[in-house]
């Protein structure tokens, strides 16, 4: 059972048009929603996060918004650059639980 | 400043050797876990650690050992190995004090014939 679900394996975008990665979750006791990026061969490095307190945090060209009536996530890129060509993974968390579930991933592609 | 560090990067096996992946971490952080990583499957947590001497399962721990003597390292072990864990092995690190981002190793790309 898939709790964390990223339905797009892949999205294509040009340089400088925004990027939004979608995530949906299933489990109504997560609480805490990250986002990290994933370059080949390389482990996964931390972008940006949010808390369910909060529906929206802005980091730069980053921006992660919450739904929680649909447990959903998306994150926005603006404006796409083709450094930001990597796997996307979305992963959520419940308050004490110590367990970080993480979605398939997102590839995305940005064209220049 | 090393921050989570995994050795080896690459190991080949053959079915039923035993292997001993190894973790370390220098920022003094009591939370590390190892998660596999396979095509369309995304991050998977195999157990976790919440400090020196505790551990715990998580989704796929089958086939797999860990304990935790030190802050520092969180070995993980296969036993008897089967191709169906060829993976890649991701460990990680946090605080525990509140919900923060992990910090990876650049992981270890195991294949098990």
């Known amino acids: 059972d898939q709790q964390v679900k990223q339905n797009s394996p892949s999205l294509s975008v040009q340089e400088g048009r925004i990027s939004i990665l979608n995530c949906d979750y299933t489990?109504?006791?997560?609480?805490?929603f990250l986002w990290y990026k994933k370059y080949p061969a390389e482990g996964p490095t931390f972008l940006i996060s949010?808390?369910?307190?909060?529906d929206k945090n802005e980091d730069g060209r980053f921006t992660v918004f919450l739904n929680k009536s649909a447990k959903h996530l998306s994150l926005h890129i603006v404006p796409s650059q083709p450094g930001d060509s990597a796997v996307y993974f979305c992963?959520?968390?419940?308050?004490?639980?110590?367990?970080?579930?993480f979605g398939t991933g997102t590839r995305l592609k940005v064209l220049a | 400043n090393a921050g989570v560090t995994q050795t080896p990067k690459f190991q080949v096996l053959k079915t039923g050797q035993s292997m001993t992946l190894q973790c370390a971490q220098d920022?003094?952080?009591?939370?590390m876990s190892w998660y596999r990583q396979d095509p369309g499957m995304g991050l998977r947590l195999i157990h976790y650690?919440?400090?020196?001497?505790?551990?715990d399962q998580g989704e796929v721990p089958n086939g797999y050992n860990v304990s935790r003597s030190t802050t520092e390292d969180f070995p993980l072990r296969l036993l008897s190995a089967a191709p169906s864990q060829t993976s890649v092995y991701f460990c990680?690190?946090?605080?525990?004090?509140?919900?923060?981002?992990?910090?990876f190793g650049d992981g270890t790309r195991l294949s098990i014939l």
């Open positions: 990680a690190s946090r605080d525990t004090g509140f919900s923060g981002a992990q910090h």
């Open positions: 650690s919440v400090g020196a001497g505790i551990t």
């Open positions: 992963a959520a968390s419940a308050t004490g639980t110590y367990k970080y579930i």
């Open positions: 920022m003094n952080h009591e939370y």
């Open positions: 949010i808390s369910s307190i909060k």
């Open positions: 489990n109504s006791m997560f609480d805490y």
